[in-house]
């Protein structure tokens, strides 16, 4: 329970894939393993790990992935089997689904937001890390 309760960034394990801030990729990612991106994607994925769209980042196209992390932009649909975080400078134009969403204030949400467990109380959290 205590693990379940901590963001995603800190409770991620295992090695991480990284597309740089100034690198593009265009295509479909599938597999498993955690991923973050800091520069442009354009296509789909399906990852059974964690995406993290890092501030700066955008995302065109379908994500799917366990956990979904989102600071950057997003131009479509992102599905998560477990969790999302959307963070203050996130910018999402699209459908957003996840078992648990969490929103912070600030983000831009443009498009419907679907939350898997009906009945479940939102999770809700405050961003500590200084910019």
């Known amino acids: 329970m205590a693990n379940e309760r901590r963001r995603l960034a ?3 394990q295992g090695p991480v894939s990284v597309l ?5 990729f265009e295509g479909r990612l599938s597999g498993s393993g955690n991923v973050v991106v800091s520069g442009r994607f354009e296509g789909e994925c399906d990852l059974q790990g964690s995406v993290t769209l890092a501030e700066g ?3 065109q196209g379908s ?3 366990d956990d979904v ?7 479509g ?15 999402i ?17 443009q498009g419907e937001v679907h939350v898997g467990t009906p009945g479940k109380p939102p999770l809700r959290f405050e961003e500590k890390r200084q910019r």
């Open 93 to 109: 134009t699209g459908t957003l689904a996840g078992e648990s969403v969490a929103i912070a204030q600030g983000a831009i949400i």
């Open 10 to 12: 800190d409770a991620r």
């Open 69 to 75: 992390i989102i600071a950057g932009r997003v131009d």
């Open 20 to 24: 740089a801030g100034n690198a593009v």
């Open 57 to 59: 980042g955008h995302w």
């Open 63 to 65: 994500l799917r992935a």
């Open 77 to 91: 649909d992102v599905a998560a089997r477990g969790r999302v975080e959307v963070g203050s400078t996130a910018h």
